[in-house]
């Protein structure tokens, strides 16, 4: 089983940057790919990004690409999103996920971490 922790959220103001982590443990860790999801009010679950932590290969939502940055420190088991120009509309809880390969679908994602807070202001 994976056990995934969420920090780095907040409350930051729009064109401001926060940077989220993600550290993993539990056995079977490095099968897994890690990304982040991210749920509004009223809106369903979306995926954001992606990394694959053995290649280094990353995927990235259109609405977040040239913004964010997702990377990966192997060594210490914790994946990053490096998130620049905020904008109000990505006010959400981001979440931080496993699955065997990078997805869109969180259905299919096989474990969650709790998630963090990210508010932007106007």
């Known amino acids: 089983e994976v056990q995934l922790v969420e920090s780095g959220g907040g409350l930051v103001q729009a064109g401001g940057s926060l940077r989220l982590s993600c550290a993993a443990s539990?056995?079977?860790?490095?099968?897994?790919?890690i990304g982040w999801f991210r749920q509004a009010p009223g809106k369903e679950r979306e995926g954001v990004s992606c990394?694959?932590?053995?290649?280094?290969?990353?995927n990235y939502a259109d609405s977040v690409k040239g913004r964010f940055t997702i990377s990966s420190d192997n060594a210490n088991n914790t994946v990053y999103l490096q998130m620049n120009s905020l904008k109000p509309e990505d006010t959400a809880v981001y979440y931080c996920?496993?699955?065997?390969?990078?997805?869109?679908?969180?259905?299919?994602?096989?474990?969650w971490g709790k998630g963090t807070l990210v508010n932007v202001s106007a």
């Open positions: 990394i694959s932590p053995s290649d280094g290969s990353t």
């Open positions: 996920a496993a699955q065997v390969l990078c997805t869109w679908y969180p259905s299919i994602v096989d474990y």
């Open positions: 539990g056995s079977g860790f490095a099968d897994y790919e």
